[in-house]
């Protein structure tokens, strides 16, 4: 009967232990792949046998010295976009807004960055449609008065001088019917 008994609990210790070391190497696996220490899981597992707990001490330290470095790139990256995009915050009100979701931040802050980049293009583009219907109109003004002057309403100005320059070639147009009529 006492054999049957210490039996029984040989044996559920087995059991337990089995499972323990298969939570181990899931442990193990999880943390290689998070590391990516060079070596497979069960390299790893093969050469630590029976001192499976100081490998997964070991990995977890060097796991929590890769997140270290990949929050340190990242808080580098959103101090490098806000000096790019000055959102009217600072890089260090932004991370501590943003803890623990910095990845949220710099996708904002890329956004943000485009959308500047996109708005300058189009400016830059008005600009000289503005400079070449100026030259063409002859307005009286230059081209940077009038910019001032319409500054934020770019569009409206180059509706104007359009207007101003699609006149100005039907009354060119008109004199020059005039002055043919009048050779012959």
Known sequence: KNLTKMKAKQEKAAVK?????????ERVSAL??????????????????????????N????????LVKDKANKQQSVRQLVDETNPGKSAEELLAM??????DLIKNLTKMKM???KTAELKASQRESVRALV????????????LAMYDGKEDQLIKNLEKMNSKKLVKDKANKQQ???QLV
């Open 59 to 66: 990995l977890e330290k060097m796991n929590s010295k890769k």
């Open 17 to 25: 232990e089995a499972e323990l070391k298969a939570a181990k190497r």
């Open 98 to 103: 943003y803890d623990g979701k910095e990845d």
């Open 135 to 146: 030259d063409e109109t002859n307005p009286g003004k230059s081209a940077d008065e009038l």
């Open 115 to 117: 959308k500047q980049e």
């Open 179 to 181: 002055s043919v009529r």
């Open 32 to 57: 290689v792949d998070e590391t990516m220490p060079g070596k497979s899981a069960e390299d790893l597992l093969a050469m630590y046998d029976g001192k499976e707990d100081q490998l997964i001490k």
